[in-house]
């Protein structure tokens, strides 16, 4: 499974740094991306790992938002700084386009 950590309430500008875990299985962190869904909207890709390791972002996000990982610890990071009200919404990680976490929403809001 795959678990999300770090989401809460942040003020406009300001930075979170949300954690995708996955247990039960290894992983390979290129094949890991990041997903949000805001109220009422479709959920959209935010970042990713391209087949060659390079990291492709969402336009509202380039950047601003980091994607990194950790083999090592089954982990995969998002940074996201100079956070907007747009970026509110429930961040989703999801492994090579099956497994999805639960989840962990991001407000921005001041």
């Known amino acids: 499974q795959l678990v999300e950590s770090g989401g809460g309430l942040v003020q406009p500008g300001g930075s979170l740094r949300l954690s995708c875990a996955a247990s039960?299985?290894?992983?390979?962190?290129?094949?890991m991306s990041w997903y949000r869904q805001a109220p009422g909207k479709e959920r959209e890709l935010v970042a990713t790992f391209s087949i060659l390791g390079r990291e492709n972002y969402a336009d509202s996000v380039k950047g601003r938002f980091t994607i990194s990982g950790d083999n090592a610890k089954n982990t995969v990071y998002l940074q996201m700084n100079g956070l907007k009200a747009e970026d509110t919404a429930v961040y989703y990680c999801?492994?090579?386009?099956?497994?999805w976490g639960k989840g962990t929403l991001v407000t921005v809001s001041s």
């Open positions: 039960g299985f290894t992983v390979s962190i290129n094949l």
């Open positions: 999801n492994y090579n386009g099956g497994t």
